[in-house]
DNA sequence: AGCGATTGATAACAGCGTTGCGCTACCCTC
DNA sequence: GAGGGTAGCGCAACGCTGTTATCAATCGCT
């Protein structure tokens, strides 16, 4: 069989859309190289020429994950009130979690077996809450916010909308709990907990 | 080939010990019927007759993992403060969840890709929630919490010591965050946010 | 004691990620 | 313009996986 055309940068880009499209549509256990080879209309050796095995097709999603995510949160216009930001942030985070729910479980949770992030996940992942960051360390700084070390404040935010969306995601939630509402109050009552008395 | 014995229950409990060293010392990855039937000196098929499929060996593991978190939450002694009890049994969650973190990671995330836990998730999940959603609700009627719908402050206190233990399973906390002792603080400020001011 | 049901050993199936082989289309140099 | 090096990638095979049909052996029950 002949080949069709070579340094297809563009098939590097359906594979990794179509990975995407089944990760998201079916979960992770539903994205193999096969399907995803005959879908595209290539073999499974595009993807290990193009990506070196499905672990760095996965982390190129990962990045891509990444990227979608920090865009959102960049997105959000601050007000200025520390607790007021946190909320937006909080529901900010939530949204995009949501918008893509099997990418998000890829970048926190270990969806995908054999995947194991570089070294660089701690720094995208930390790269992504620099609106948070900011607005903590600022408000820190200004003693609205108790006098706790900065970080340690963004774990516990960072941990707080974390844990909410992936009980949520995990359906992990009780029924009659309908997770819009709650969700902002809860957020709001735990950036209001930061304030100094 | 003759057969030793039947209806060895014993040989059960083997497996699924065996199982939960196999999952807990490399990760889901590691657990195949092959490896676990020859391990335990069986066949696969003995999985089959005795749970079903590998789904719901799995599903038995979930159980036991909920068995153990259930029983080591139900074992902190509580002081009456609300505060003071919600951080303990924050601190008891986190000990849990690093005990056994591939079988916190069974029951949380979808560590397992073909494994959806049952209906009885939710509820199991719940009842091992028993403590906290005690210690909170009696607060709310006493007017020492604010007066927020109970399991909005449960499954907030819940998403907040989830989020904060996911995290550090999945290494994505960043390096010089120490975390048992900003754990604790983050703890603390979070359950005060919910007093009555 | 003997019958029926259940356990589980064997072996086969389909599908998985991965890899060696080799053809082919491109790029570079002459 | 012609020839050689290189990289992309289709094909086929390997060893692994979960699952299942077949069937022998053993149990509980009458």
Redesign the pocket.
Same mark, same amino acid.
């Given at each position: 069989?002949?080949?069709?055309?070579?340094?297809?940068e563009n098939?590097?880009l359906k594979l990794l859309d179509r990975a995407g499209e089944l990760i998201s549509a079916d979960g992770p256990k539903a @994205?193999?190289?096969? =399907?995803?080879?005959a879908d595209v209309?290539?073999?499974?050796?595009?993807?290990?020429? @193009?990506f070196g095995? =499905?672990?760095d097709?996965v982390s190129a999603l990962f990045t891509e994950g990444f990227r979608r995510f920090g865009r959102r949160m960049s997105k959000v216009t601050l007000s200025g009130d520390p607790v007021e930001d946190l909320v937006r942030l909080g529901v900010a985070y939530r949204e995009s979690a949501l918008a893509d729910p099997h990418l998000y479980a890829i970048m926190f949770t270990k969806s995908v077996p054999?995947f194991e992030p570089a070294e660089e996940t701690s720094e995208q992942a930390r790269a992504t809450m620099a609106p948070l960051e900011g607005t903590i360390r600022k408000a820190v700084a200004d003693g609205v916010f108790l006098d706790v070390p900065p970080e340690v404040v963004t774990v516990a935010c960072w941990g707080f909308v974390h844990g909410l969306v992936s009980l949520e995601l995990n359906g992990n939630l009780p029924e009659q709990y309908t997770v819009s509402t709650a969700y902002e109050t809860a957020l709001r009552v735990n950036a209001a907990g930061w304030l100094r008395r």
């Open positions: 069989m002949p080949r069709p055309r070579t340094h297809d098939l590097r @994205l193999s190289l096969r =399907k995803l080879a209309g290539t073999s499974t050796t595009a993807v290990y020429s @193009l095995g =499905k672990t097709l054999g």
